[in-house]
């Protein structure tokens, strides 16, 4: 069921399909959050975000560059990029009165309760890189695979334990610590080839067994949560369902990547632009909203008939948004910018 990625490319083409569901997921997530499609809403849920980070465990390489370098490296790719969506939207919150006091603003600008200022998707890329530099330490210690199972389930276990006993951290670090344990998982599913190893049938097997227990433990047995406000109801259920959806929903993609190239090309496209369309649409649907209640449409019916279509509006829009931020603000886009060639028979400079 895997595809081997082009020839002279590194790209693994489930991946790409997989990073594109995960984005997909997320601006229906967020869009679908105050509709009536509670049921899809609570399937989303229930594990797109541990599914990113497993994807970012999955491609992940154990750093062999000094940490200064490691570090300039991903603040360009995450902080850099979350401080200007942040600073872009941060004037319309504040004039539309999404702060009652002084302090409720600085609380959410550190990231002290749990709440990211303004432009509440930015705060995967914090948390992300709070488990890089998590991460950069810990593998200090070791690298072997026995430690990196070790790290996963004490990851995953203790924040189990601290949401049962109501604890919460500062700065986003209790889901840094818990999206450590998904991205040590994605790395441990590399490392033992649990995804490629096995044959079609056992895969078929795999998958519908944890399609099976992600059902009864994260839809049936478990309310809709959130990740990003670090409500899980039970957090048990939750990280079993989204352990359990990470391996079908990557054997799915897996399936998906027999499609034709066009699909494959083009699932990788969306997940490279992946920064830009999970850091702006957030501007979207607060225009949405605000024009919405500039109209007087209040009713949930009319909401909920046409979100849909605003949805396939706003990812069909992005096409020409991100052609123009990697042309003209590569700062923002996920690839290294590629150095620009000379002209040709323009004289090179002595």
Request: glycine content about 6%.
């Amino acid at each position: 069921m895997a595809v081997s990625p082009p020839e002279g490319s590194k790209r693994i083409a489930w991946v790409d399909i997989a990073k594109a569901l995960g984005v997909v997921l997320v601006v229906t997530g967020h869009f679908l959050y105050h509709t009536s499609y509670v049921g899809f809403n609570h399937i989303i849920y229930s594990f797109h975000l541990p599914f990113f980070f497993m994807l970012s465990g999955y491609v992940y390489r154990v750093p062999e560059k000094r940490f200064g370098v490691y570090i300039g490296e991903k603040s360009r790719r995450l902080l850099i990029p979350m401080s200007i969506f942040v600073a872009v939207m941060l004037p319309f919150t504040v004039m539309m009165g999404e702060y009652p006091s002084v302090e409720k603003f600085l609380e959410r600008l550190f990231f002290l309760n749990g709440e990211l200022v303004c432009n509440d998707p930015c705060w995967y890329f914090l948390v992300l890189f709070e488990i890089y530099v998590i991460l950069f330490f810990a593998f200090k210690l070791s690298r072997k695979l026995w430690y990196k199972l070790l790290l996963c389930v004490l990851c995953l276990s203790s924040m189990i334990i601290m949401y049962q006993c109501g604890g919460r951290l500062v700065f986003g670090l209790d889901r840094a610590i818990l999206g450590a344990g998904f991205l040590l998982f994605g790395m441990l599913l590399r490392e033992l080839e649990i995804l490629e190893r096995p044959r079609l049938p056992l895969k078929l097997i795999m998958a519908a067994s944890c399609f099976a227990i992600w059902l009864i433990f994260g839809i049936v047995l478990n309310k809709k949560g959130s990740f990003y406000m670090f409500k899980l109801h039970n957090s048990f259920f939750f990280v079993l369902a989204a352990l359990a959806a990470c391996i079908w929903v990557s054997l799915l993609c897996q399936l998906l990547s027999r499609l034709p190239e066009k699909f494959v090309s083009a699932c990788g496209w969306m997940g490279k632009n992946s920064v830009v369309i999970i850091g702006t649409h957030y501007m979207f649907l607060k225009g949405i909203e605000q024009l919405f209640n500039a109209l007087h449409w209040n009713n949930r019916t009319v909401y909920d008939f046409t979100v849909p279509p605003i949805i396939a509006a706003i990812l069909l829009a992005y096409i020409p948004i991100c052609a123009l931020v990697n042309r003209y603000i590569p700062l923002l886009s996920v690839e290294k910018p590629k150095p620009r060639t000379r002209r040709r028979g323009q004289a090179k400079k002595i």
